[in-house]
């Protein structure tokens, strides 16, 4: 078992206000999110959740994902899953993630675990009802340039191309260049020609970013029950056309959400801003927002255009191309899935926060928001390094300088630290104001300004002090230096830059089984791990 240990989020540093203020359940954030994610919330939502599941949204979706796992080995467990969706005590829990390269940052790991790790809690907690875990491909997202890389040991590996429309569409012939480039750098070990292989058989042998993904998915968390969705399809969107009419005809998102806004951002930063119309057009070329103009829908960066009967006859036969963006996507989401939990990155949440009463107003359950686990991993090796070094795990997380003045301070044999020196000046001061009180007012400005300056001199040569002794260590400031980069590379998250197949080529198959067991979803805490 690996050693574990979590602190509060907060105390990492990498995580907003808004997520930390609704961590700690703070009232300037209740109002923007329904059931919080504890057990009795968990209790509440499924009542909540029970009477707006037809059973005709639950066959439909589990015959679109017969459909789209026909060709793929499913597991008994995944295939039990997909069956009990049909029963009216199942419900979903649900992660999104953009289709990236081999998996992209190491937290795609983390958001499926927590969604598989959630299901299995509830059920254990719940044992009426059933929960399965489900991972919603991004397909319809345009930004290829998000998702066409991941790093491998600090070198970018890229798939070069030009690419318009959803992504999902992507054709993936000729990333052998890719496979080439990353197969140089993995070695020959065991692990190594398992990675090559998940590689080759994800992207070379399939036709479509989707396809690859799906695959890629299934067979690292295939045997865990993940069902994986895609929703770019016509069966469920022609399902969700209420809410699409309903957006092309009354904005309701764009009144409702513009509402929330104006009330969030009093305390909160905002995370995206809707529009007017808050859907896409899409084909297999393209992927562009609809805008009304003068009485007619028209395509942004094209010649298409559509009367209103236009776009009704359009909409009843190719419900498929109209694509939610990121301000009505978790409204689909929550239309088609009998879901009460989504699970995201503190980002995803915020975002979520801004949709609460635009859920309302159209009658849809609000999900609970639970944040995704995060963790850092820590080999054997480094965590020696830093245990003589004796840092302790809530410095790790110190900005650097901090880290490096206070290990200094420690372990100079000269006190670098001039607090006595500089209550011994307050109060020698404090003693002439009084003075000047007694005699000249005004002298009580000169005094003041005195002690400020003499204050500065005392700072000054502290930090020269400091300056000093951190020649005298060098050595100490750059083993500092050097194991915190590489746990934080790009002073960020080791999770937002590392991609998964790094750590496997050290770890093989026991990498996911270590990271399920350690990752405890309604723990609310930052994950450290020694590997």
Known sequence: MSKTTTIPFSKTNFFSKTICDYLEQETSISKFYGNFPDLDGFKKQLEEKRLSVSAQTRMTLVNSLNKQYDGNTVSEKTSNNIQSLLKENTFTITTGHQLNLFTGPLYFLYKIISTINLAEQLKREFPQENFVPIYWMATEDHDFEEIQYFNFKNKKITWNRTASGAVGRLSI?????????FSKLLGNSINAKKLKKLFSDAYLEHRNLTDATRFLAN????????????????DL????????????????????????IKSLEKKYKIQVNPREINLFYLTDELRERIIFEDGIYKINNTTIDFTKEELEYELKLHPERFSPNVIMRPLYQEVILPNICYIGGGGELA??????NYFDKVEVPFPILLL???????????FKRISKLTISIDELFLEQNELINKKIREKSKIEIDFSEQRNHLKNQFKKLENIAKQTDKSFIGAVKAQQKKQLNGLDNLEKRLLKAEKKMYTDLVERI???QDELFPKISLQERTANFS???????DDLIPKLKEALKPLD???TVMEL
């Open 219 to 234: 067979e690292l968390f295939g045997s865990y029950g993940l069902v994986i969705l895609d929703g770019d399809d016509a």
């Open 502 to 508: 790094e750590f496997y080529l050290a770890y093989g």
């Open 173 to 181: 012939k000729k990333l052998e260049f890719v496979f080439d480039e």
């Open 481 to 483: 230096k050097s194991i």
């Open 524 to 526: 609310l805490e930052f």
């Open 372 to 382: 995704r686990n995060s963790a850092l991993l820590i080999s054997d090796k480094q």
């Open 351 to 356: 975002y979520w926060f801004e949709l609460k």
């Open 237 to 260: 969107k022609r399902q969700f056309l209420p809410f699409v009419k309903d957006e092309l005809y009354k904005n309701t998102a764009y009144k409702e959400v513009s509402n929330t």
